[in-house]
């Protein structure tokens, strides 16, 4: 796994802010801005049932299957919600190992 924190291109700083552009028939987007310079660092395009915000939880979820055009039945919704939940809680924690690591070592 390659792990990396976002960085300004410009100042270095790791202090960016992600901004989450939603447009109707359009896939999100988020612009990352760095805090410190304020310069505009990134953009990310955000495939179909590609994001949810964890802290909302499932009402979350549906509304990105609901912007990504999908139809499946309300099971299979609720199955794919636990085990996106659960899949990236754990990958969240591999992350932050990995971060860990790769700052001792540099």
Do not use: W
Not at 59 to 78: D, P, T
Not at 86 to 94: A, R, T
Request: proline fraction near 1%; glycine fraction near 6%; hydrophobic fraction near 30%.
């Amino acid at each position: 796994m390659v792990v990396h924190t976002q960085r300004c291109q410009y100042c270095s700083s790791e202090r960016v802010r992600n901004i989450l552009v939603r447009k109707a028939g359009e896939s999100d987007k988020v612009f990352v801005q760095c805090l410190d310079c304020e310069s505009f660092v990134a953009s990310y395009v955000i495939s179909p049932l590609g994001y949810y915000h964890h802290g909302k939880g499932y009402e979350s979820f549906l509304r990105g299957i609901h912007r990504s055009g999908e139809f499946m039945s309300g099971r299979n919704v609720q199955r794919l919600f636990e085990d996106r939940k659960e899949q990236d809680l754990e990958e969240f924690q591999e992350v932050l190992a990995t971060l860990q690591r790769k700052r001792k070592e540099d």
